[in-house]
Each structure stands twice: as C-alpha cells, then as structure tokens.
C-alpha cells in the first residue's frame, strides 16, 4: 500500500486531505468510492499521479470489458 510504503499514518494522511480517518480506512479496504476531488487530493497528498491510485485496485485494467471485444478486430 503506498501510504505505507511512504511512511504516513492514516490520521496524518486523512488530515492532509480533509477527509476522517474512518473514512479513509474504508477506501483503503475498497468499502466505498472516493470522488474525483478526494482522489485528486489524495495522489498530491502522495505525489502521485491520480490514476496510479486508480490502477492499483481496477479489474478493467487487468481484465477487459466484454463489449471491447467488438472493437478489437
């Protein structure tokens, strides 16, 4: 987990991006979505690029969709 890997407590990263750290704790598990302007303060706050935050946990990026299929030919 790259918060871990940086070294920062949830509480310090949730307070760096204004969201609980409860909050915090359950996107870390997948329970919820974060919106566009939490991901997007969520990667500054790590200094990432937003979707490295995004492809660590998508099943589209490791599995395609099955309607890509009819475009693939």
């Given amino acids: 987990m790259l918060r871990k890997l940086r070294g920062v407590t949830q509480e310090a ?4 991006v204004a969201v609980s750290r409860s909050y915090l704790s359950k996107v ?10 939490v991901l997007e303060r969520l990667a500054t706050a790590l200094v990432v690029d937003p979707f490295d935050l995004v492809a660590e946990r998508s099943e589209i990026c490791k599995h395609p969709a099955p309607w890509n299929s009819r475009f693939q030919q």
Avoid at 13 to 16: I, T
Avoid at 28 to 37: A, F, K, M, N, R
Wanted: hydrophobic letters at 35%.
């Fill in 28 to 37: 870390e598990q997948g329970q919820v979505s974060v919106t566009l302007d």
């Fill in 13 to 16: 990263l949730a307070d760096e």
